[in-house]
Structure formats: C-alpha cells, structure tokens
C-alpha cells in the first residue's frame, strides 16, 4: 500500500509569487490534515479535511494560504503571495475514520520543504 | 507556554546506554503519540497511547493520564536511534484529532 505522499520535496521560490503544494494521502483515509514547522519551532497544525470539507482551518495563518481538496482525493495548498515568513517545511497526514474510536494513527508524508526567498 | 513540553531539547548518549525522553503537557487529551524524524526522512508514528504502557523492540512508551506526563525510554540505545524525537497530543472528542506537539528531542548516539 502507498504511503502518503508530497510533491514537490522542495521548492524555491521568491517573495510574491505562488507556490501550491500537493498532498496524496492513503487510498480510503478520510482525514487529511496539514502541518507546518517553521525553522526553530514545533511543528502546527494548519487544517483538517474530513473527505473534501474543511473540519477545522483554526491553524490557517492567514488570507494568503488557500486549501483545497477536490472529490475527497488529494489535497493542495497554495500560498498566494507568498511571504519570507512561510519559509519552512509542510506536512500532510492522513488517517481513517474510526468513528468508534476517539483517537486514531495519522500517517505523515515527507514533507515539502518551502524557501521564500 | 506550550501546551505540549518535551525534556530534554538533546540528548548525546552512548552506544548501549538506557535514554528516556519526558513529555508533560497541560490539556485534555485522548491519545498522546510519541513520533520519529531521521535526518532527512519523514515523519513516523513510534506509539499511540492513551493509558498504561507499549512497548516495540526497545522502544517502550509509558503515560500517566493523572499527571499529565509521558515518557519514551530506550534500551540498549545504538547510533541508528539516532534522530528527532517528536511527543504530541491529539483530543478526538473536541478537537478532530489534530496533533499539537512539543518541540521534540534531538538525540545522537554515539559509537
């Protein structure tokens, strides 16, 4: 089975243009979640799909960062203008919906690794 | 404050030697995850655990729910242990089980 994947693994870009990245998380995993680290800090919690709704986008630093996921399937993330302080590394996990359990395992992607320079 | 606290922020040990890596944090929670980063790798779910204790190998998480604490012990450490060492919390109930994490433990061991 595929684990959860990112693209790009790195991207380069400068202040003011746009980036989107792209998550595909577990065939059948109904959550997908978005995480940021940003250097020197502990990774958060950015957003939270349950299939193509947003369940919680509390962790949305701002206008500039647009979350999508079409069908249910894969998820991007789109950053728009871009800023210094985006720099950092953005996860994506998925995990099932185990409606009978109140906690369940997420799995995470390697990560896109964003430079705003 | 972080709601999550990680101690200690690194830790070198020697080949062999027992580590123990604390976590204590200060909200309601229904699992605690205990994770792992190598250098260059991605992220990957070590334990999750709302009670009691699990042990995988020589890897053995413990958490006390009463005192808001958790520990990741290793034994007979080896330098492949090597890497990040990530404590975070999730609380389905409330929160849709997003993770809010410590700041993790960079741990090298040596040979």
Redesign the interface.
Same mark, same amino acid.
Do not use: R, T
């Given at each position: 089975e595929a684990g959860v994947t990112q693209f790009p693994s790195h991207s380069v870009i400068e202040k003011g243009q746009t980036v989107t990245l792209r998550c595909d998380p577990i065939s059948g995993h109904d959550?997908l979640?978005w995480?940021r680290r940003v250097m020197g800090?502990?990774?958060?919690?950015l957003l939270?799909f349950?299939k193509e709704s947003k +369940?919680?986008e509390s =962790?949305m630093p701002n206008n500039r960062f647009l979350a999508e996921r079409t069908g249910g399937t894969y998820s991007t993330l789109k950053v728009q203008p871009a800023e210094l302080e985006d720099s950092g590394v953005y996860?994506c996990?998925s995990?099932q919906d185990l409606k009978h359990?109140?906690?369940?395992? +997420?799995?995470? =992607?390697? =990560?896109t690794r964003l430079t705003v320079l | 404050k972080n709601e999550v606290e990680q101690s200690p922020q690194n830790l070198t040990a020697q080949e062999g030697e027992f580590i123990t890596i604390n976590c204590s944090y200060s909200v309601g929670i229904s699992a605690l995850h205990w994770l792992q980063q190598h250098p260059g790798g991605g992220i990957v779910s070590l334990f999750m655990l709302s009670s009691g204790k699990k042990k995988h190998g020589r890897l053995i998480a413990t958490i006390n729910i009463q005192e808001k604490h958790s520990s990741l012990h290793i034994t007979a450490s080896h330098p492949r242990d090597s890497a990040v060492y990530i404590c975070a919390v999730s609380n389905g109930m409330e929160y849709g089980n997003k993770l809010v994490f410590g700041a993790g433990t960079i741990l090298r061991v040596k040979s």
């Open positions: 959550n979640y995480y800090k502990e990774i958060k919690f939270h349950v +369940q919680d =962790g996860f996990a995990s359990l109140s906690y369940n395992e +997420q799995f995470f =992607g390697p =990560g | -």
